[in-house]
């Protein structure tokens, strides 16, 4: 069954330092999607695409934040300028056009920011 | 704003027995998708079972099952003949039906489940 990939599994990186976040989505759909998950906290929605642009962000999702689709495959989140909060589990997710259809999440990458 | 609420911060059954996880949410939407995920310790976010609110019966997907009643707002995952590998966080999560934004998820804070041998 196709999966959502995303690289690298576990980033550390200073305070200030700007990290960016890969993922390849299941290579048929349209949507795309990060999410957030904080230690012992809810998952929470950042953003979506479509189309080549965000379609929806949620208030987290600020100027710090930014994602693009380089190419036909891959889906990327750049924090510019990480700070310690910024420490959390990102998803990246991906769905096919019709409107049921669910989403397929990665695995994740672990941000920790020292 | 859709809000969706998982009232069990914590749960455990016996290996092969059944146990009920609890969901509900808050919407003003008449057309919603409704989907519990299971996170195990890996952290990985797979989708266990999904309903559509159009849909009078309830879904079944092998050992899992949804009560789902639409008036009280109320989705909650049944898990017969629990095994050690269901162990996980479980999501509850609604989505909107919105062809222009996606179908962006709201997640509820989660309930763990041991399953105990």
């Known amino acids: 069954e196709p999966e959502v990939t995303q690289t690298p599994s576990h980033q550390v990186t200073q305070m200030g330092q700007e990290v960016i976040l890969r993922c390849v989505p299941i290579?048929?759909?349209?949507?795309f999607y990060w999410y957030r998950q904080i230690l012992g906290q809810k998952v929470e929605f950042l953003v979506s695409?479509?189309?080549?642009?965000?379609?929806?962000k949620s208030e987290i999702f600020d100027d710090q934040f930014s994602v693009e689709r380089p190419d036909g495959s891959n889906f990327t989140l750049k924090i510019r300028s990480t700070k310690l909060e910024d420490s959390a589990m990102y998803f990246c997710?991906?769905?096919?056009?019709?409107?049921?259809?669910?989403?397929?999440f990665g695995n994740g990458t672990r941000l920790t920011v020292t | 704003a859709q809000t969706v609420t998982q009232s069990q911060p914590e749960m455990s059954v016996q290996e092969a027995e059944t146990v009920t996880l609890s969901c509900t949410y808050d919407?003003?939407?008449?057309?919603?998708?409704l989907f519990w995920y299971k996170q195990p310790p890996s952290r990985q976010m797979i989708l266990v079972i999904r309903?559509?609110?159009?849909?009078?019966q309830n879904a079944t997907e092998n050992r899992f099952s949804v009560n789902f009643q639409k008036a009280a707002k109320s989705f909650s995952l049944k898990i017969s003949d629990s095994q050690l590998g269901d162990t996980a966080m479980y999501f509850c999560?609604?989505?909107?039906?919105?062809?222009?934004?996606?179908?962006?998820?709201?997640f509820g804070a989660g309930t763990i489940l041991r399953v105990k041998s």
């Open positions: 309903q559509e609110a159009y849909k009078q």
């Open positions: 290579s048929n759909h349209l949507y």
């Open positions: 919407t003003s939407e008449n057309n919603y998708y």
């Open positions: 695409f479509y189309n080549n642009e965000i379609s929806e």
């Open positions: 999560a609604f989505m909107k039906r919105n062809m222009e934004y996606g179908n962006k998820l709201v």
């Open positions: 997710a991906s769905s096919a056009w019709f409107l049921n259809s669910p989403l397929h």
